[in-house]
């Protein structure tokens, strides 16, 4: 079982890109804090028509 946690004004505040593969729009499903940078995090997308992941680095909260 996966367990996630609650949306927030920051995840919710998170431009989702566009799927590199066929431009649906992806949801995010992680942000992972980033130990060398704490100003700073890793997010996670899913397309949810074709499931290829694309990821970024972004600003923390």
């Known amino acids: 079982m996966i367990l996630y946690k609650p949306a927030t004004a920051h995840s919710n505040s998170i431009k989702r890109p566009a799927c590199s593969k066929c431009g649906t729009p992806t949801l995010l499903f992680g942000i ?30």
């Open 32 to 61: 992972e804090a980033m130990p060398h940078d704490p100003d700073r995090e890793l997010w996670s997308f899913d397309c949810p028509k074709c499931h290829h992941i694309e990821t970024m680095i972004g600003d923390a909260e």
